[in-house]
């Protein structure tokens, strides 16, 4: 995968593109948040995400659906268990993924974060094809935009608290933060 900081996409990897997204009010590009999904919980690689990011999930496919269906959300990234990224939405554009969110201060963190979406649950490790991808997007989104240092990534659980909870308690962050080293030490 390559992101290309011009356009905001990444090549080499599925483009699903979602009409959930707007413009950020700044440009603003600071801050990086951890999601976990699954369609219906617990079921993984159904292609329902991504038609719920795209609005047209068939909501009689699942009882769960049914008390999703008015939503109308997005994230810039999906990350299934396999490894595979797909993305929907521009990171030069405003996702719709974090709700109501406030980080450092600053509400509405929509208008300055890229959102990624880990696809599992609170109660599952994530896999090592998961962890991967996003240590590689990770580094790339970092290059491009520098605001977001190691301190500006964070979970929906910390941006939304007692609202969320994914990435849960199963995400390593350690791992996580580990592989997003240089060989200084420091965040790369």
């Excluded at 329902?48 to 068939?58: G, I, M």
């Excluded at 996003?134 to 929906?156: F, K, N, Y």
Aim: hydrophobic residues 35%; glycine residues 8%; aromatic residues 10%.
């Amino acid at each position: 995968m390559q992101l290309d900081s011009a356009s905001g996409w990444c090549a080499g990897v599925s483009h699903c593109p979602s009409p959930n997204f707007n413009a950020r009010p700044d440009g603003e590009i600071s801050l990086l948040v951890i999601h976990n999904i699954s369609l219906p919980p617990a079921c993984f690689k159904t292609g329902h995400v991504q038609a719920f990011f795209q609005n047209c999930l068939d909501i009689d496919a699942h009882p769960y659906f049914q008390g999703i269906a008015d939503l109308r959300v997005s994230a810039h990234f999906l990350i299934e268990r396999d490894g595979e990224v797909t993305q929907f939405v521009s990171c030069l554009e405003r996702a719709w993924h974090a709700g109501v969110s406030l980080f450092d201060g600053r509400e509405g963190c929509n208008d300055f974060s890229i959102g990624i979406e880990l696809e599992g649950t609170d109660e599952q490790p994530f896999t090592d094809a998961q962890y991967t991808a996003l240590a590689t997007l990770t580094r790339q989104l970092r290059q491009a935009w520098p605001a977001i240092s190691v301190e500006r990534i964070c979970g929906h659980s910390d941006i939304a608290p007692g609202r969320k909870t994914d990435p849960g308690p199963f995400f390593d962050w350690a791992r996580f933060r580990a592989s997003i080293q240089d060989s200084t030490g420091e965040g790369a």
